[in-house]
């Protein structure tokens, strides 16, 4: 794969978001074990560390974090499910970055609809993805025509 460090955005506050997010990266992983795929679910803050004294500099700490990740991703996979605003947000600034992304409409609800009832800034960035699916093994599939 031509890619060598992959951002994965998506909701991440139910359980069932954060098993999805679990089972996405050990599936991509699994495919692609020479990439490193940076997943914000995975980030752990340590209690250790003395900047980190109060929900504040938490915020501060998994945006810095993540940032970071996108700043040095080759490619952003995006589950655009929810139209969370973390995920939109991290999208906005893969996009301004001129990252290259993937998008994934894990909600059936988008693919019946062709995201036609989603926000027209969003639904033009959508436009421009590499791949717009609902379905990871799609997702494998594609990146797998890129090696």
Do not use: W
């Not at 500099?57 to 080759?74: N, P, Q």
């Amino acid at each position: 794969m031509q890619y060598k460090k992959v951002y994965l955005a998506g909701p991440l506050f139910t359980r069932e978001e954060q098993l999805i997010r679990r089972q996405d990266v050990a599936q991509l992983r699994e495919n692609f074990p020479d990439t490193t795929f940076f997943s914000p679910l995975e980030v752990e803050l340590s209690v250790d560390d003395p900047s980190v004294t109060n929900a504040e500099s938490t915020h501060d700490f998994y945006f810095r974090s993540d940032l970071s990740a996108i700043k040095e991703a080759d490619l952003l996979i995006v589950d655009l499910a929810n139209d969370d605003n973390g995920t939109l947000l991290e999208l906005g600034i893969g996009y301004g970055l001129g990252k290259q992304y993937i998008i994934i409409n894990s909600d059936f609800r988008l693919c019946e609809t062709s995201g036609m009832h989603r926000n027209s800034f969003v639904r033009g960035v959508e436009k421009e993805a590499l791949l717009v699916t609902n379905s990871m093994d799609e997702v494998i599939d594609f990146l797998h025509s890129c090696i």
